[in-house]
């Protein structure tokens, strides 16, 4: 049966409706159900209402809500030792008041039987306070009580000791307040459990506070001198060292690694000090024992801390080896001339590097090695003053130049700054740290870093020689050549290139300066670079910076070859232009692009210098502006260098208008018209090729050059001949625009020919308008506006039908 006669029939057994009615029915539906739903929602809430308990009684104060707690702003237990604290300040300060003002008042037994007693209680009450477990308060009477002896030292001086030695009575004093102290301490310590648990914590880091001043008081009361102050620094320090690494209680180590870092620290700064001033080879001596002892110190503490601390150890291994340098250096100072106390130091600071191949743990020979690149590093920034003057102090012959060679290298380099005092060593320190760099560094993370630093100072090396040695002028210009030529000789492609490149650029530059003292080592040197240059700018890779050297010393002896046969600038720029051209030969055979690009820069720099020495002499600036074009419109051959030819014409266009000049000529159309012709020449031949070229590029530019300059002088001209003739030639172009259909002549002809109409026709309307009543301007400014609303929209088609024929125009 077919389906559409089965459909027909259960539609109609079934009565279905269409699909639209059934829609509505649902839709019917479905909002009854809703509104059913609302009304069960609210019988639901009624009785769940009805069936909750009966409310309390109407006369009873509502219960209000309970307020939120408040958050304590501190803790109980910080509550507890401020109160502690302040307390026991309190009865501190008490103390002092009672000892100080309310003293004699009492007898000799009074006052014992006082300070006595409430010392012993203050001292034995914390026991008791402990077993009971108030901690805290103990800790605070415990406070009391240390001060309370502080009082009791006090109290014996003022009655038993009133005329001793205050300095010597305070030693004394503090080293039996500490060892009472530490005894109580570790005494609390047996009655009451070990310190760390159940101890009090105050009496042994207040113990090893008092420490502290033992030594230094007694060296001071002594009368001692500053080697024996600073020594007992020093043994204060080592003192606290050990008590830093051997006790297990950590507020003592953290005490005592203060007092080791302060004492050590002002000891190792006052014997510094003290090498530093050393007047004779003995002072120098006790110094260097004082700075070796700190040293040791230092030693010893990195030895037990490189297990658990090896960034601690490796630095107090490097402040140990800078110490130890320190200490040697002073005594070679004091026993070796001026010029080698640094070479000396340099030498103890590379000796710390022996320890490298011993057994000692890793962290200290990492902060030896640290201590001796430091030395190193110091002593090579100790030669960069005469590295300096070797490199710059050659410039200062730019303003002598040819006016004779000095006696010997120094004297070449220190035309205009001082040789640095005591650097005659510098070529000594540079070459043994290059040497340092070379065998030391094994690592080959680090190798190639090493490899260029030790070839810098080596060049730095051969830089300083012969200023440092005081050798003759010409064997520091023998030198440099030769440094030149091995820095060249080492750009392998094994090494880095840039950094001797670099280096033999600086050296070049430096010994082409130095060679301007006299009229044959100038020449003789930039022919020896650029021939140079060259010959290195035909090994692989070297091409990018050697070409560009060659040309640019080429340039300049170009320039030094003039001078030397007598030329005047002018004429001088002709043998100049060698460069140029060279650069631009060279460059079109070259294939290398990042060569090419270098090589055609610089033969642009020298055809600008070309240019620059004939700005005094129109004549030969406009023939040296020529062959400037010359060479740019022979490179703009070369298929990828086309668009050097606007270059090429722009330089064309200004020698004629400088040769112009030079004759004198004012007239804008002796200026104007020689790049007319060509560019409308130029634009033609491109119409020709490409006929979808617009006509304002082909003679837009052409056309512009000439009518407009025109124009202005014809505005300015009060003779009729010029006006004439811009007239008759914008008309030409004109009917020429409207003959071949181009807008850009007919547009820029017309403009012109109206302008210059209106201004031939500006003296008579000038005299019409001065010869009309006052209300006539006016006047016909209202008839104009009326003609013109009034065929507005005749001028709309006329206007719509100029821009169709405009627009089917080329």
């Not at 639901?44 to 304590?72: Q, S």
């Not at 030391?440 to 300083?464: D, F, N, Y």
Request: proline share 7%; net charge positive; glycine share 10%.
């Amino acid at each position: 049966m077919p389906a559409n006669v089965t459909g027909t029939t259960l539609r109609g057994m079934t009565h279905i409706p269409p699909p639209a009615e059934e829609l509505r029915i649902l839709d019917t539906e479905l909002r009854q159900l809703d509104a059913r739903r609302t009304v069960l929602l609210a019988r639901r809430a009624w009785l769940v209402a009805a069936l909750r308990p009966a409310a309390p009684v109407p006369h009873a104060p509502r219960a209000t809500p309970a307020a939120p707690a408040r958050r304590p702003e501190t803790t109980a237990p910080g509550v507890q030792n401020v109160l502690l604290l302040l307390g026991g300040i309190l009865l501190t300060v008490a103390a002092v008041a009672f000892t100080v003002v309310s003293w004699g008042h009492l007898g000799i037994a009074g006052r014992a039987l006082v300070l006595g007693a409430v010392t012993w209680a203050a001292l034995g009450a914390p026991v008791l306070l402990i077993r009971r477990g108030l901690r805290s308060t103990a800790e605070s009477v415990a406070g009391l009580g240390l001060a309370l002896t502080v009082l009791d030292v006090y109290a014996l001086y003022e009655v038993a000791l009133p005329h001793s030695d205050g300095l010597g009575y305070a030693a004394m004093a503090s080293a039996a307040l500490a060892g009472v102290w530490a005894a109580y301490g570790l005494a609390l310590g047996g009655l009451l459990g070990p310190a760390t648990t159940t101890g009090l914590r105050l009496p042994l880091p207040a113990a090893v506070a008092a420490a502290q001043l033992p030594l230094l008081l007694w060296a001071a009361a002594a009368g001692a001198g500053a080697p024996t102050i600073t020594a007992a620094l020093l043994g204060t320090a080592a003192f606290d060292t050990a008590l830093a690494l051997r006790l297990p209680v950590k507020s003592v180590r953290v005490v005592a690694a203060v007092g080791a870092y302060g004492m050590g620290g002002w000891g190792s700064f006052a014997a510094g000090w003290l090498s530093w001033t050393a007047s004779g080879p003995s002072a120098a001596a006790r110094a260097a024992a004082l700075l070796l002892l700190a040293a040791a110190i230092g030693f010893a503490a990195a030895g037990r801390t490189h297990v658990p601390k090896p960034h601690l150890a490796t630095g107090l291994a490097l402040a140990g080896g800078l110490l130890t340098v320190a200490g040697l250096g002073g005594i070679l100072r004091s026993s070796l001339p001026d010029d080698w106390t640094v070479p000396g130091c340099l030498v103890c600071g590379v000796a710390l590097l022996g320890v490298l191949r011993t057994g000692f743990p890793e962290p200290l020979r990492r902060g030896l090695a640290w201590a001796s690149g430091s030395v190193q590093a110091i002593a090579v920034v100790w030669t960069l003053p005469a590295v300096g003057v070797a490199l710059l102090g050659p410039v200062g012959w730019t303003e002598k130049v040819w006016s004779g060679a000095p006696a010997t290298a120094r004297d070449a380099v220190t035309i205009d700054v001082p040789w640095p005092p005591h650097s005659a060593t510098a070529p000594f320190v540079l070459l043994l740290v290059a040497g340092v760099l070379v065998v030391a560094v094994r690592g080959a993370e680090w190798r190639p870093q090493a490899r260029t630093g030790a070839l810098a100072l080596t060049w730095a090396t051969a830089l300083v020689l012969p200023a440092a040695l005081e050798l003759p002028y010409w064997v520091g210009l023998l030198v440099q050549g030769l440094t030149t030529v091995a820095a060249l000789a080492c750009a392998l492609p094994s090494l880095p290139r840039t950094p001797p490149l670099l280096l033999a650029l600086l050296t070049s530059v430096g010994l082409a300066f130095l060679s301007l003292t006299s009229e044959g080592a100038t020449l003789t040197v930039l022919a020896a670079l650029a021939l140079l240059f060259a010959a290195a700018a035909r090994r692989p890779g070297l091409g990018t910076v050697a070409a560009p050297a060659s040309l640019a010393y080429a340039t300049a002896l170009a320039c030094a070859v003039g001078a030397s046969l007598g030329w005047p600038p002018q004429q001088t720029a002709l043998l100049v232009l060698v460069v140029p051209v060279g650069a631009a030969l060279l460059a079109a055979r070259l294939s290398d692009a990042s060569v090419t690009v270098p090589v055609e820069a610089t033969g642009a720099v020298a055809g600008l210098l070309a240019i620059g020495l004939t700005v005094a002499d129109p004549p030969m600036l406009a023939l040296v502006l020529s062959l400037c074009g010359v060479i740019a419109a022979g490179t703009a051959v070369r298929e990828d260098r086309r668009s050097i030819g606007y270059a090429a014409a722009a330089l064309f266009v200004l020698a004629a208008w400088v040769r112009l000049a030079a004759w004198g000529a004012g007239s804008p159309e002796a200026y104007t018209l020689p790049v007319t012709v060509p560019a409308l020449v130029v634009g033609a031949v491109r119409r020709r090729k490409d006929s979808r070229a617009s006509s304002w590029t082909a003679y837009g530019p052409g056309l512009v050059v000439t009518l407009v300059p025109s124009l202005f002088a014809a505005w300015g001209d009060t003779h009729w001949l010029r006006p004439l003739l811009l007239g008759a030639a914008a008309l030409l172009v004109t009917l020429v625009g409207a003959r071949h259909r181009l807008r850009a002549p007919l547009v820029l002809g017309g403009t012109v020919l109206a302008l210059d109409a209106l201004h031939e026709l500006a003296p008579y309307l000038v005299q019409v308008v001065d010869a009309l009543p006052r209300w006539v301007p006016p006047a016909l400014a209202g008839l104009v506006l009326l003609a013109v609303g009034a065929t507005y929209e005749q001028r709309i088609r006329d206007a719509r039908r100029v821009r169709e024929v405009l627009g089917r125009m080329d």
